[in-house]
């Protein structure tokens, strides 16, 4: 019997997970402005961590079941616990509950201990095999699964790494409010909720990390006669704080001081052309703000 027939499932398996992660991406960048405005490091170090990490996990899980078989335990059972929890907490939870290797009675054939001199079913003597003693002790069996594992943990660990780094120190990340390409965030906002509903973007949010740029798409269908709609309201305003509004088509940047609106904005688009428009919000320390832009 051909000894590599049983690793053609494993070589599938592999390149399946791969092709969902290459297919997941183009899909988001077919589907959205996709990678814009973002280096393309960002990506493939997404998709590293990703694949990694199943990697590492379905390696793992691949230990346990071969371990779980040599202990006559239920080996689909416990890789998949392992797979599913990460194997940090599977494989905790495996070594604290898996049962200890047994052999079978010469007599009655029941699974006793290796450290039994008599057999419980039967009362037979246990005589010990030398091999069996010494198995657990003399090596690591299929020690390529966690060879394997630990390598996928440190290709993980190493992808994660590079795009904290990256993402903290802004490389690659175009975060200009008045870019014309997607704007990406590295803050943090804390929501009530954010919404669009007959062509009104409504952003209700408690507090955002200084520089947070909230962002909508609208368009432009007259810009003739269409006039845009704010109307922002901030209940708590600290000092040095603000909020401001900015309008990007191409060439073209608006900005507005929305902090403190006595009435809602309105403001004639003839300048820009018929199509899509940025519609953002540069979040400078304000809290617990009410958002309500739309263009009629």
Same mark, same amino acid.
Request: aromatic share 12%; glycine share 8%.
């Given at each position: 019997?051909?000894?590599?027939?049983?690793?053609?499932?494993?070589?599938?398996?592999?390149?399946?997970?791969?092709?969902?992660?290459?297919?997941? *991406?183009?899909?988001?960048?077919?589907?959205?402005?996709?990678?814009?405005?973002?280096?393309?490091?960002?990506? *493939?170090?997404? @998709?590293?961590?990703?694949?990694?990490?199943?990697?590492?996990?379905?390696?793992?899980?691949?230990?346990?079941?071969?371990?779980?078989? %040599?202990?006559?335990?239920?080996?689909?059972?416990?890789?998949?616990?392992?797979?599913?929890?990460?194997?940090?907490?599977?494989?905790?939870?495996?070594?604290?509950?898996?049962?200890?290797?047994?052999?079978?009675? @010469?007599?009655?054939?029941?699974?006793?201990?290796?450290?039994?001199? *008599?057999?419980?079913?039967?009362?037979?003597?246990?005589?010990?095999?030398?091999?069996?003693?010494?198995?657990?002790?003399?090596?690591?069996?299929?020690? $390529?699964?966690?060879?394997?594992?630990?390598?996928?943990?440190?290709?993980?660990?190493?992808?994660?790494?590079?795009?904290?780094?990256?993402?903290?120190?802004?490389?690659?990340?175009?975060?200009?409010?008045?870019?014309?390409?997607?704007?990406?965030?590295?803050?943090?906002?804390?929501?009530?909720?954010?919404?669009?509903?007959?062509?009104?973007?409504?952003?209700?949010?408690?507090?955002? $990390?200084?520089?947070?740029?909230?962002?909508?798409?609208?368009?432009?269908?007259?810009?003739?006669?269409?006039?845009?709609? @704010?109307?922002?309201?901030?209940?708590?305003?600290?000092?040095?704080?603000?909020?401001?509004?900015?309008?990007?088509?191409?060439?073209?940047? %608006?900005?507005?001081?929305?902090?403190?609106? $006595?009435?809602?904005?309105?403001?004639?688009?003839?300048?820009?052309?018929?199509?899509?428009?940025?519609?953002?919000?540069?979040?400078?320390?304000?809290?617990?703000?009410?958002?309500?832009?739309?263009?009629?």
């Amino acid at each position: 019997m051909n000894k590599n027939v049983g690793k053609v499932p494993v070589y599938f398996v592999i390149f399946m997970v791969m092709a969902v992660i290459v297919l997941r *991406f183009a899909l988001f960048s077919f589907k959205s402005d996709g990678f814009n405005g973002i280096s393309v490091i960002f990506p *493939f170090l997404m @998709a590293g961590i990703l694949l990694f990490a199943l990697l590492m996990s379905g390696f793992f899980a691949a230990w346990v079941y071969q371990d779980c078989k %040599k202990r006559k335990d239920d080996g689909i059972l416990w890789a998949v616990i392992t797979f599913i929890t990460t194997p940090f907490i599977g494989l905790l939870v495996y070594f604290l509950r898996r049962s200890e290797v047994k052999q079978s009675c @010469a007599a009655c054939g029941h699974l006793v201990s290796l450290k039994a001199k *008599f057999c419980e079913e039967c009362g037979s003597k246990i005589e010990h095999r030398e091999e069996m003693k010494g198995m657990e002790m003399k090596k690591t069996h299929h020690i $390529s699964y966690i060879v394997m594992g630990t390598i996928a943990l440190i290709l993980m660990l190493t992808c994660l790494t590079g795009f904290i780094v990256n993402a903290v120190s802004g490389n690659g990340i175009n975060s200009d409010v008045t870019s014309n390409d997607t704007v990406w965030n590295i803050g943090s906002i804390s929501m009530n909720y954010q919404m669009i509903k007959d062509g009104v973007w409504t952003l209700d949010f408690k507090s955002a $990390s200084d520089g947070f740029i909230a962002q909508e798409d609208m368009m432009i269908n007259n810009a003739e006669t269409n006039i845009l709609y @704010a109307d922002i309201s901030c209940g708590t305003v600290p000092a040095d704080s603000g909020i401001t509004l900015y309008l990007v088509q191409g060439d073209i940047v %608006k900005s507005f001081d929305v902090t403190n609106l $006595s009435k809602p904005l309105e403001y004639s688009l003839y300048e820009f052309e018929n199509g899509e428009i940025h519609v953002r919000l540069l979040i400078e320390g304000v809290e617990d703000t009410i958002s309500k832009i739309y263009i009629k």
